[in-house]
């Protein structure tokens, strides 16, 4: 993980605000890249895999992805072999604005699972 990459330093911030607000919260990983997990399951990570660059967010096959309203996303494809995981999204750096409410939207279907 590059550590002066603006993304990165992004995540490291949002994550570090969420950890503060949110004590059942803690970090850990996914797929060798930072992540924040809720009992145990991570809902939000930090990715430089697969082609893109961004914050990965577990939000559930029952999304409206479209209604999100972004412009920079896909679902995540970490395997070559295997269909992209539909519960999960990858929102690149052109929607980093959106990052804040898709981590708060990812924590919120994480309480609830």
Do not use: C, Y
């Not at 993980?1 to 490291?12: L, V």
């Not at 992209?84 to 699972?113: E, N, T, Y």
């Amino acid at each position: 993980m590059k550590h002066d990459d603006p993304a990165f330093a992004e995540w490291r911030s949002l994550s570090a605000a969420f950890l503060t607000t949110h004590p059942e919260v803690r970090t850990g990983n996914m797929m060798r890249s930072p992540a924040l997990a809720l009992h145990g399951k991570v809902f939000a990570f930090f990715t430089i895999h697969g082609g893109r660059t961004g914050l990965g967010v577990r939000l559930g096959r029952d999304t409206d992805f479209d209604a999100l309203n972004m412009t920079d996303w896909q679902h995540l494809a970490p395997f070559r072999t295997k269909p992209p995981m539909k519960d999960w999204i990858v929102s690149g750096v052109a929607d980093r604005a959106r990052w804040p409410g898709l981590m708060d939207l990812a924590f919120d279907v994480a309480r609830r699972r």
